[in-house]
């Protein structure tokens, strides 16, 4: 996981964002790249593909842009992050101008990157978005890392799969492989109730040993609980500083629906999350 990329604006979650990227930036040496990210203007007020936005729109975004940089580079500064684009051996960053408004480019450009650092939406919050999230999953190709809104301490040490045997899951483990190889303790956590036909969380194990990565499977009744629920509270029970969950097995509209498991932990996860589909 050498280049991270960062959409980056302001709000709650961004000192956490920033961290959770540092902190998987030091485990690999990693260059993070940064840009602003905000809502798109365009749909407000360009009905017409020749109706210009207004000057103030502009001046807006560009002052927008002007302020995510600054805090950008503030905080790599203050990490003492050396700002470079070659490869390193150790952190270090840059930052792209000129990027499009809207959440878009987060899948497109993210296609270039091993991983994308996003924060976890709040209800009662208009940012972060579910939609940058979700532009992230299934536009991009690569695995979204998910900020908790308290800023971690660490992370990738003591790692708990949520193994539900389905495509997305597994597609998920094998993206979170550099990790799960420099983890001290990996948990495969399978959920009685929630689980598609396929392999058993014994049958990853096996899988996993045999690419360097010793783990414990484990089977839990929910007794009660939603998987998600469940995922969450096994993984605060273990210590976990990581959690890799495979995105939207259901599809999102059966989930907005009835609710799922990613609905639940992207609403309520209190550790960083590595999402994938």
């Not at 990490?79 to 497109?108: L, M, Q």
């Amino acid at each position: 996981m050498k280049t991270i990329l960062v959409p980056t604006e302001q709000h709650d979650l961004t000192s956490s964002i920033l961290q959770t990227a540092l902190l998987l930036a030091r485990k690999f040496d990693s260059y993070i790249e940064g840009f602003a990210l905000f809502p798109a203007m365009v749909e407000l007020y360009a009905f017409d593909a020749g109706i210009p936005l207004p000057i103030e729109v502009r001046e807006h975004d560009a002052e927008m842009a002007k302020q995510a940089r600054a805090l950008f580079e503030r905080f790599m500064a203050d990490h003492e992050v050396a700002r470079s684009s070659r490869s390193h051996e150790a952190p270090s960053f840059g930052w792209i101008e000129g990027v499009p408004d809207g959440d878009a480019f987060v899948g497109s450009y993210g296609r270039v990157f091993d991983v994308i650092v996003l924060g976890r939406p709040e209800a009662d919050k208009a940012r972060p978005s579910m939609a940058t999230i979700e532009a992230g999953l299934f536009e991009a190709g690569r695995p979204i890392l998910i900020a908790p809104p308290s800023t971690p301490q660490r992370i990738g040490e003591n790692v708990l799969i949520a193994w539900n045997c389905s495509t997305e899951q597994a597609t998920t483990t094998a993206l979170a492989m550099p990790l799960l190889r420099k983890a001290t303790r990996v948990t495969i956590l399978t959920v009685q109730g929630g689980t598609a036909p396929g392999p058993t969380g014994e049958q990853l194990a096996r899988y996993l040993e045999r690419n360097g990565v010793q783990s414990q499977p484990v089977t839990l009744d929910p007794r009660g609980r939603s998987t998600g629920e469940a995922i969450l509270a096994h993984a605060a029970s273990l210590g976990c500083d990581l959690l890799i969950k495979g995105a939207y097995t259901q599809s999102r509209l059966r989930q907005i629906i009835f609710g799922g498991a990613t609905r639940h932990i992207l609403a309520n996860a209190t550790l960083p999350v590595l999402m994938a589909r």
